[in-house]
């Protein structure tokens, strides 16, 4: 399976079970992708039954939680802000 995250291309390569802190049995999905910096491989692990998927976006060595990665969001525009003729 291939996912891509704003524009980040993600391959699972396999499932690993994993015992969370609390004792509960889960698994874990491994993902590959490039270092958004330097394009080297990695690999990250997220819980299978995350809804949400917020890969890492570098190798451990680029890794730097304070510095994302500029993220395209979709802008919501509000029925205000639309103007249709008469500017
Ligand atoms: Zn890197």
């Not at 995350?50 to 976006?57: G, L, Y």
């Not at 304070?66 to 802000?81: E, S």
Request: hydrophobic letters at 30%; charged letters at 30%; a positive charge.
């Amino acid at each position: 399976m291939i996912k891509v995250y704003d524009g980040q291309a993600y391959e699972m390569v396999e499932v690993v079970p994993y015992v969370r802190r609390d004792g509960g049995e889960t698994l874990l999905n491994r993902w590959r992708s490039r270092c958004a910096a330097c394009g080297e491989p990695f690999f990250f692990t997220a819980p299978a039954e995350a809804t949400k998927f917020s890969p890492n976006r570098r190798c451990a060595k680029h890794k730097s939680p304070g510095r994302k990665v500029a993220r395209q969001r979709p802008q919501r525009i509000k029925n205000d802000d639309v103007r249709v003729g008469n500017e």
